[in-house]
RNA sequence: GGGCGAUUAGCUCAGUUGGCUAGAGCACCUCGUUUACACCGAGGGGGUCAAAGGUUCGACUCCUUUAUCGCCCACCA
């Protein structure tokens, strides 16, 4: 016997709990052959952060399952990690040197790399502990950060490998620039804002004529750099002019007038200006007509030499204002609409982003390389076909469209960024014979002419880049370690949907290339979190906005973990407030005191021994055991397929309502079977753990085990304890309960007070008297009397459990009026459903068409409403 | 323009391959400190499952159309 406080406070245990399983080795597994590996990479953090609620949901996620497959004898590793993020990393130190007055400039590459390790330092150490806070039982001691030694081997060995294959090439391509990170995006780092702008109708002459064609244009300073004007072959207003010649404003160039489909005749004038240099659709169709570039604008935002002398040196928008006066003064502008489009910025800085030709390093997505079987695919056909044939699982599937959809309409990757942080593209010119070296070492000398005189290239690589290698690079990889053959491909990749393109493709992408398999066999992508009112959770609203290490604190970690998981689905946002946590709060709370009561009611022999069969006694325990069971199968069902929300709504429902609400009200008093009472708990304790695994741990150490809760097995269903006729009889019980408090509480009897009552059992005789003393208690009897069957009783209330009749003498109480609104109220009730149910039986197709169990069902269920009615009616006549 | 998702009780959400008179939590109403728990217990009210068609013996579930909201992709210069 044992007494607990009243109350559990999370706070008063979590770390030393987390402290324990830690120090004990468990998150560590071994490369066991006996065992089956299960993996899970954690998304690495940025190493910018603080802890938010996408990872507080991605870690209760993905803890639940390492845990629940931990428990079922896996070899189960969850490998945490961080990524250097580059574009945002070096942005947010860059501001923080800002606030002092330095630019990276100022510093130097290396000082300023310095600073961003010392920043990355501490971040990382906040994260960390951060990611224990929520009880992530993540293998420490394989911890990776992408600039490791080991991963950035990985990444300049693929790198390498890549460009030997002709998979990375390097070429002037238009890109999409961000002048103010001064780098290169991918064109899914581009984001859309919308704005609104103007749209200028611009003349050009014809030249030799006096004749004009009016282009429309958001953006007249690009028209410097114009090679063309495009019309749609099939527009008659043009068709005479294809061919011509257009004379440049401003420029006096002379540029042709070209026929594209691409161009649309209901936009604008229906004439296309294309500026190949500065723009991604022009330089695609310019591609296809030979045409000119003209870079009008540099990498800073500035008016090259290019654009004329009058505008060099002057920002875009400057030119922009004096290009509009220069037209007006010519009398070349014809007139100026307002146009709501949309601008592209840089996801990073949200600073416009300003297309332009430039000699970048590029992935290609397209060129036949992975050998599969007598052909070869290209990186794209390699990832849609391990979707495709489902070596790669989406859950939920119909995400499976956007990545394809994606995958189909990829583009080469552009790669390099001019940063400073970093992998530093493992590319070296020789100074004396342009030779360009590429490989995973740093080389000593030319490989061609032996010149010491090596150059490197300045650039870094795009951070997806190595973060399409995690799941192997954090292995090990290039070495063919035992970790890497074990654990890899890895089980489940856990993620946000809003990363599919930047992050899942590029793993697959680089996997299959790298590796010649799959990076992962599922992918379960949860939802965004969003506030209860549906938008999202950011630090301009912070009225609804939810910090999560505030909710651990009021709350305690497990209340938090279980919002997460309960009441979600993969691939549904979710909207969560304070309330909700509060309400999982009182849950675990609920968890503590039947532990609580189960502690101060069993002795300590009761802990020696293990239960088994000889230990059931009362059809309650056989109940409560037969519930347990289909429990554990449900739950163990749900939790394979990733139905974590299932999973915990019943667990949640079994424990409160039938462990607590029923069974541990019935074993009130004498008849308490310590030995069942203490089973149960235990296997609810074990089923719940991976949700909750900070409270169900301290109450496994409060029942006397020397093993700790995290390293027990996960519960087995077990056909030797279901007992289906006890389970009947216990849900009558539980009926005459209910409908005695139901009377009670219609007829105002006070709740203290008691009242006879006598029962006609029928074949329920035996039972009901076993569980007499339960029955008085819980429904406020005193003087009961079980029979058989007998006469109507007058001046009495009469409800009817499936044959059994409870007749409770209200005497005073009963009101002849009253009782027969009751009762016909029950009759109104029940009549029209046997209606439904006698015209569905006597329905010809329904029973020839329908499944034998649904008919037997149906029949059976007729019956006893039918048994209802008879009994309702008499009582209604006899009032 | 293309695609995806959502629409179920006042609120937040479940509802697995079609087969309970559609469920839970919160909120609400009534009552209550009975020796685990007021972070509690007992009882109760509340839904024509967005709309209309269709398939089927049977539709919240499948199909078509529509409406509203949200997201993603492509982009009109």
């Avoid at 044939?389 to 859950?395: A, F, L, Q, R, Y």
């Avoid at 046997?834 to 068409?849: D, G, I, T, W």
């Amino acid at each position: 016997m044992k007494e607990i406080e009243k109350a559990y406070e999370a706070k008063m245990y979590e770390d030393s709990i987390y402290k324990m399983w830690e120090e004990s080795g468990i998150f560590s597994p071994k490369v066991d052959p006996n065992k089956k590996p299960f993996t899970i990479s954690m998304p690495p953090p940025n190493a910018t952060g603080v802890l938010h609620l996408g990872h507080s949901s991605m870690l209760a996620l993905e803890d639940a399952m390492i845990r629940y497959k931990r428990m079922q004898g896996f070899s189960a590793l969850w490998l945490p990690g961080t990524d250097h993020a580059g574009i945002a990393t070096q942005n947010r130190v860059e501001k923080n040197l800002l606030a002092k007055g330095i630019t990276r400039q100022d510093l130097g590459r290396e000082k300023f790399l310095e600073e961003v390790d010392k920043f990355v330092e501490k971040s990382r150490g906040t994260i960390r502990s951060q990611i224990r806070k929520m009880g992530a039982s993540c293998d420490w001691s394989r911890e990776r950060y992408t600039l490791d030694e080991g991963l950035s081997r990985a990444v300049r060995e693929v790198f390498s490998r890549m460009y030997h294959d002709e998979l990375i090439y390097r070429g002037s391509r238009i890109v999409n620039w961000c002048p103010r990170c001064g780098s290169t995006l991918a064109d899914d780092e581009v984001e859309y804002q919308e704005q609104n702008a103007k749209l200028y109708h611009i003349k050009y002459q014809v030249k030799d004529s006096d004749k004009f064609v009016v282009v429309a244009t958001v953006r007249p300073e690009t028209m410097l750099g114009d090679s063309a004007v495009a019309v749609n072959p099939s527009d008659d207003r043009y068709k005479d002019l294809i061919g011509k010649i257009l004379i440049l404003p401003l420029q006096g160039r002379e540029i042709p007038i070209i026929a594209d489909e691409h161009v649309d005749l209901e936009f604008g004038t229906g004439a296309l200006k294309l500026t190949p240099a500065h723009s991604i659709v022009d330089w695609e169709i310019g591609k296809k007509h030979g045409l000119k570039e003209f870079q009008v604008i540099d990498e800073e935002g500035k008016m090259t030499k290019s654009a004329g002398e009058k505008y060099a040196g002057l920002f875009a928008k400057e030119a922009q204002k004096q290009i509009i006066e220069d037209l007006i003064e010519q009398d070349l502008l014809v007139k100026t609409e307002e146009l709501a489009n949309k601008l592209s910025v840089c996801y990073r800085c949200k600073t416009a982003i300003e297309p332009l030709i430039s000699k970048q390093w590029f992935v290609s997505v397209d060129k036949p390389i992975i050998q599969d079987g007598d052909k070869k695919k290209s990186l794209k056909e390699k990832a849609i076909e391990v979707v495709r044939n489902k070596e790669i699982e989406i859950i939920p599937e119909h995400f499976d469209k956007t990545y394809f959809n994606w995958m189909e309409n990829l583009h080469d990757w552009c790669i390099s960024r001019q940063l400073w942080f970093g992998h530093q593209i493992p590319v070296w010119y020789c100074d004396d014979c342009s030779e360009v070296i590429v490989q995973a070492d740093e080389p000593s000398k030319c490989t061609k002419c032996g010149s010491e005189k090596l150059t490197r290239d300045p650039d870094v690589l795009d951070t997806w880049f190595s973060s399409g290698l995690w799941t192997f690079s954090t292995l090990g990889w290039p070495e063919r370690t035992t970790d890497l053959e074990y654990f890899h491909p890895t089980s489940v990749l856990e993620t946000g949907y809003d990363i599919i393109f930047f992050w899942v493709a590029r793993m697959i992408l680089m996997t299959t290339y790298a590796l010649n398999t799959i990076p992962f066999e599922k992918v379960y992508l949860h939802g965004l979190i969003r506030t209860r009112e549906g938008k999202k959770m950011s630090k301009s609203n912070p009225e609804s906005c939810i910090d999560p290490l505030d909710m651990i604190d009021k709350y305690g970690t497990d209340a938090l973990r279980l919002s997460f998981l309960i009441g979600s689905t993969p691939g549904n946002d979710m909207r969560l407030y304070e309330e909700k946590i509060a309400g999982y709060r009182n849950f675990v709370n609920k968890i503590w005191n039947a532990s609580r009561f189960a502690l101060m009611n069993i002795d300590n022999e009761a802990f020696e021994s293990p239960f088994t069969t000889d230990d059931i006694i009362s059809r309650a325990d056989k109940w409560i055991l037969t519930k347990l069971q289909y429990l554990i199968k449900d739950v163990t069902e749900d939790m394979e397929n990733f139905r974590f929300s299932d999973a915990g709504t019943k667990i949640y429902n079994f424990t409160w309502c039938e462990y607590c609400d029923w069974y541990l009200e019935i074993s009130k008093g004498k008849h308490l079977n310590p030995k069942v009472l203490l089973h149960v708990l235990e296997d609810v304790l074990k089923l719940i753990h991976p949700f909750i695994p900070f409270v169900t741990e301290v109450l496994w150490g409060n029942l006397n085990k020397d093993k700790m809760l995290i390293a027990e097995s996960w519960p087995v269903f077990s056909k030797d304890l279901l007992f289906v006729e006890e389970v009947e009889e216990m849900e009558i019980l539980h009926q005459i309960i209910s409908d005695i408090r139901s009377v009670r509480s219609e007829y105002g009897v006070e709740p203290g007070k008691k009242i006879h009552a006598t029962i006609y059992s029928g074949k329920y005789k035996n039972f009901l008297e076993e569980k007499k003393e339960p029955l008085m208690r819980m429904a406020r009897i005193e003087n009961l009397t079980i029979l058989e069957s007998g006469d109507k009783i007058d001046h009495a209330v009469c409800v009817f459990v499936g044959n059994v009749e409870v007749y409770l003498p209200l005497q005073e109480l009963v009101d002849v009026e009253k009782e027969r609104a009751r009762l016909q109220k029950e009759l109104d009730n029940i009549k029209p459903f046997a209606k439904s149910l006698e015209s569905k039986l006597k329905n010809q197709s329904f029973v020839s068409n329908a499944p034998e169990a649904v008919i037997e069902k149906e029949k059976k269920r007729l019956f006893e409403v039918q048994q209802q009615i008879e009994k309702f009616e008499k009582q209604l006549n006899e009032l």
